[in-house]
């Protein structure tokens, strides 16, 4: 587990997981690193029955490019993005020069009904 895994989109990117759990409020933290030529093609994440939430803390920005595009933040500060990405699409921009490392926290909420 505790070891650098490749990015689920295909993006050229590398997750480390620090915290999984898929029991009573599922949740994840993964600190993500994103090298020069990576990126992110413009996606929505599919749960069930949950309303998905992710909070990214942009550790290190890249020198480049590397800018996270997404339709809709609830929360929008230089480096800290709290979003939706079961109904938002989201998408970070190729890294042209530099490394780009993310703290990523994610949480579902079930459904009520």
């Not at 030529?37 to 480049?64: C, T, W």
């Not at 979003?83 to 780009?100: A, L, M, N, Q, Y």
Request: proline share 4%; aromatic share 12%.
């Amino acid at each position: 587990m505790f070891k650098w895994i490749k990015g689920r989109r295909s993006g050229d990117y590398e997750k480390f997981p620090i915290i999984i759990n898929k029991f009573i409020l599922p949740f994840d933290i993964y600190l993500l690193k994103f090298p020069q030529g990576s990126s992110i093609q413009p996606h929505v994440d599919e749960v069930d029955n949950s309303r998905h939430y992710r909070l990214n803390i942009i550790l290190k920005k890249a020198e480049s490019g590397g800018n996270f595009l997404c339709g809709k933040e609830l929360i929008s500060f230089q480096r800290i993005k709290l979003f939706r990405p079961d109904i938002h699409e989201h998408s970070v921009t190729k890294i042209e020069r530099g490394t780009r490392y993310v703290l990523s926290i994610g949480w579902c909420l079930k459904q009520k009904g």
